[in-house]
């Protein structure tokens, strides 16, 4: 019986797909790489959404100062590292912002109109390459709608947009989304402009009100690590965490008054 078993499974194709067993998986996996605890981890997509000139940016920016120099982010741990921003911005909007927050060091930067006619999925393979050479392990897309080229009411289109950036966070990187929400109002997680395969194609979504110099960071995630909600107050060239209620917040954007 076993000799005639061990015929029929040199019959048998070999798989190509590494399937496991549970026991293996939880062997396997190791603790989560977090480069900026509860948000942003190495393997995993974040979406950072808000309303335009909210200040995504520069919360991102406050970050990016942060990863120089090794503190907390609003009291959660980042670790030391370089990064990559694919932005949309031109060169004197960033330039300020990398003066403002004294980010010297740790940030490469392409351009939106420096991409000379390469589509979606080429750029980012030109990124992840670089990545790799460089020994980055932060990803930043900002915004995803000027960089994906795709309708992001589609959610066909928004799944073959996030592909690539999958592959990329499948080799180690962490990737950042920088959205938009959309002008109705909506839960926290369901916010997002566009089609819901972005929020559900994401591990972690982050969305970012103001008002005066106070933002909050609501979150969804699939991390347990995940802060639901923080408070950051920005004090010239760096963010502090703030202790408030949500009764108290009152955003100032036009779109959340409706």
């Given at each position: 019986?076993?000799?005639?078993?061990?015929?029929?499974?040199?019959?048998?194709?070999?798989?190509?797909?590494?399937?496991r067993s549970?026991?293996?998986?939880?062997?396997?996996?190791?603790?989560?790489?977090?480069?900026?605890?509860?948000?942003?981890?190495?393997?995993?997509?974040?979406?950072?959404?808000?309303?335009?000139?909210?200040?995504?940016?520069?919360?991102?920016?406050?970050?990016?100062?942060?990863?120089?120099?090794?503190?907390?982010?609003?009291?959660?741990?980042?670790?030391?590292?370089?990064?990559?921003?694919?932005?949309?911005?031109?060169?004197?909007?960033?330039?300020?912002?990398?003066?403002?927050?004294?980010?010297?060091?740790?940030?490469?930067?392409?351009?939106?109109?420096?991409?000379?006619?390469?589509?979606?999925?080429?750029?980012?393979?030109?990124?992840?390459?670089?990545?790799?050479?460089?020994?980055?392990?932060?990803?930043v897309?900002?915004?995803f709608?000027?960089?994906g080229?795709?309708?992001?009411?589609?959610?066909?289109?928004?799944?073959?947009?996030?592909?690539?950036?999958?592959?990329?966070?499948?080799?180690?990187?962490?990737?950042?989304?920088?959205?938009?929400?959309?002008?109705s109002?909506?839960?926290?997680?369901?916010?997002?402009?566009g089609?819901?395969?972005?929020?559900?194609?994401?591990?972690?979504?982050?969305?970012?009100?103001?008002?005066?110099?106070?933002?909050?960071?609501?979150?969804?995630?699939?991390?347990?690590?995940?802060?639901?909600?923080?408070?950051?107050?920005?004090?010239?060239?760096?963010?502090?965490?703030?202790?408030?209620?949500?009764?108290?917040?009152?955003?100032?954007?036009?779109?959340?008054?409706?």
């Amino acid at each position: 019986m076993e000799h005639r078993l061990a015929e029929l499974m040199r019959d048998i194709p070999q798989c190509r797909l590494r399937f496991r067993s549970v026991s293996e998986l939880s062997q396997s996996a190791g603790s989560t790489d977090w480069l900026w605890d509860g948000f942003i981890a190495k393997g995993a997509l974040t979406c950072l959404a808000g309303q335009p000139k909210v200040g995504k940016s520069t919360l991102l920016f406050g970050l990016f100062a942060n990863r120089f120099s090794g503190l907390p982010m609003l009291g959660m741990p980042v670790s030391t590292g370089q990064t990559l921003l694919l932005s949309e911005e031109r060169e004197s909007t960033l330039a300020e912002k990398a003066n403002d927050f004294r980010v010297v060091e740790g940030l490469h930067i392409l351009c939106r109109h420096e991409v000379m006619g390469l589509g979606w999925n080429e750029v980012i393979e030109d990124a992840s390459l670089y990545c790799r050479l460089q020994k980055i392990d932060l990803l930043v897309v900002d915004t995803f709608d000027k960089w994906g080229d795709h309708d992001e009411n589609s959610p066909r289109q928004v799944i073959e947009a996030l592909q690539p950036l999958i592959f990329a966070a499948g080799e180690g990187l962490a990737v950042v989304l920088v959205h938009h929400q959309r002008k109705s109002p909506g839960l926290y997680g369901e916010a997002v402009r566009g089609s819901n395969a972005l929020t559900g194609g994401v591990d972690v979504v982050v969305e970012l009100e103001r008002a005066a110099n106070i933002r909050v960071l609501r979150s969804v995630s699939r991390f347990r690590g995940t802060p639901p909600e923080l408070y950051a107050n920005l004090c010239g060239d760096h963010f502090d965490a703030v202790q408030l209620d949500s009764d108290d917040f009152e955003p100032w954007s036009e779109y959340s008054q409706s």
